[in-house]
């Protein structure tokens, strides 16, 4: 019995450990009419907080791993903060200035599996060059988590 309760005790105080790395990403809008961090990789369970430090924006999501999952879109000028708890890709932008190329993307546990998914997302000619870029960013070596 002795045994259990030290096994129950060590087992609790690893969870509870694990409790504490999450992590949380602050972007803010600039005044560049774009986000402060444009890709981000971070781990499930991390917490992503968005600042207004310019007028006229807000955060709405196009693309996620599973879209019934999907955060809701931001007041404009507010901030807004979303907990990320499924694995792959979010596309997130501006609603009024998305198809200007005010986009980003978060990475969850490195994890492409809805990549086609996000790329078919239909934006204007400067929002999809945008997107494009930003995936390369994402899928380099040097940006993974």
């Given at each position: 019995m002795?045994n259990?309760t030290?096994l129950f005790s060590?087992?609790?105080?690893?969870?509870l450990?694990?409790?504490?790395?999450a992590?949380?990403i602050?972007?803010?809008f600039?005044?560049?009419?774009?986000y402060?961090?444009?890709?981000v990789h971070i781990?499930a369970?991390?917490?992503?907080?968005w600042f207004?430090?310019?007028?006229?924006h807000?955060?709405?999501?196009?693309?996620?791993?599973?879209?019934?999952l999907?955060p809701?879109?931001?007041?404009?000028?507010?901030p807004?903060?979303v907990v990320?708890?499924a694995?792959g890709i979010y596309l997130y932008?501006?609603?009024?200035?998305?198809?200007m190329?005010?986009?980003?993307?978060?990475i969850?546990?490195?994890?492409f599996?809805?990549?086609?998914?996000?790329?078919?997302?239909?934006?204007?000619?400067v929002?999809?060059?945008?997107?494009?870029?930003?995936?390369?960013?994402a899928?380099?070596?040097?940006?993974?988590k």
């Amino acid at each position: 019995m002795r045994n259990y309760t030290k096994l129950f005790s060590f087992l609790s105080l690893l969870i509870l450990s694990n409790a504490g790395f999450a992590e949380t990403i602050q972007i803010e809008f600039t005044e560049d009419d774009a986000y402060s961090i444009e890709v981000v990789h971070i781990n499930a369970g991390d917490t992503i907080e968005w600042f207004p430090k310019n007028e006229g924006h807000n955060v709405e999501f196009f693309g996620a791993p599973d879209m019934s999952l999907m955060p809701p879109t931001s007041e404009i000028d507010e901030p807004h903060t979303v907990v990320l708890k499924a694995s792959g890709i979010y596309l997130y932008g501006c609603t009024p200035h998305a198809d200007m190329g005010m986009l980003g993307l978060i990475i969850v546990d490195n994890d492409f599996h809805n990549l086609d998914a996000i790329k078919r997302i239909q934006f204007s000619r400067v929002g999809k060059s945008v997107l494009q870029r930003l995936l390369k960013i994402a899928q380099s070596p040097q940006n993974s988590k």
